[in-house]
């Protein structure tokens, strides 16, 4: 089976992979993750990919329906299991969803509106209502596995959440993927931080 054919499910592994079991970034903090069909072809691992069907292949992977796509933003589909060190959360696809929504590319720049980006991208009809309620219970859960894994077997690079501000909902999303001046600063002292730590642990 080539990546053309992955399901949702391999994309998620490929993806969690890639973000947080990198050996190049496991002693790097991530505070920023980047949504682009780019970064989707290096998943693959395939250096023919074509960025742009990498990202719809992808995107087709939540189903055709928005019955389809809903049904991936519901809490009850984490399992207890994301917490294990030795599985990796089911539900990393699904956010990065919302980070290609937020970090918005050339098809949806003119597109201001998050929710309706959202909608443009997923090619639901416009104004597709998705719950989006859960967003910052399944980003938590990422982080804590990212923790877990990293102090239990040191392969994991931990993800630092950025403050969400009043956007309680997509704040995450939006700040992971394109964070504003004031976050980056934070986060680069969040960094700091644990650099510091590390080596005093050290």
């Not at 960025?51 to 049904?71: C, K, L, W, Y």
């Not at 539900?91 to 309706?116: H, I, K, P, Y």
Request: hydrophobic share 40%; proline share 4%; net charge positive.
């Amino acid at each position: 089976m080539t990546w053309k054919q992955w399901s949702l499910k391999e994309w998620n592994e490929a993806l969690v992979r890639e973000v947080f079991l990198s050996h190049e970034r496991i002693d790097t903090p991530i505070s920023r993750i980047d949504a682009s069909g780019r970064f989707l072809a290096k998943c693959t691992k395939d250096q023919l990919c074509n960025p742009d069907e990498a990202r719809q292949i992808f995107i087709n992977a939540f189903g055709t329906t928005a019955t389809s796509v809903r049904a991936k933003f519901r809490w009850y589909r984490i399992s207890k299991a994301t917490y294990s060190p030795d599985k990796i959360p089911s539900c990393f696809a699904t956010l990065f969803l919302t980070l290609l929504a937020a970090s918005a590319d050339n098809e949806t720049a003119g597109v201001g509106d998050f929710r309706n980006r959202f909608s443009e991208i997923v090619k639901a009809t416009h104004g597709l209502s998705v719950d989006f309620g859960n967003l910052p219970l399944m980003w938590t859960a990422v982080q804590e596995w990212t923790a877990v894994r990293h102090n239990i077997i040191g392969d994991c690079a931990l993800l630092v959440l950025p403050n969400p501000k009043r956007e309680k909902l997509i704040g995450y999303s939006k700040r992971i993927a394109f964070p504003a001046y004031k976050d980056e600063i934070f986060l680069s002292a969040m960094k700091v931080r644990f650099f510091s730590s590390s080596l005093r642990a050290s």
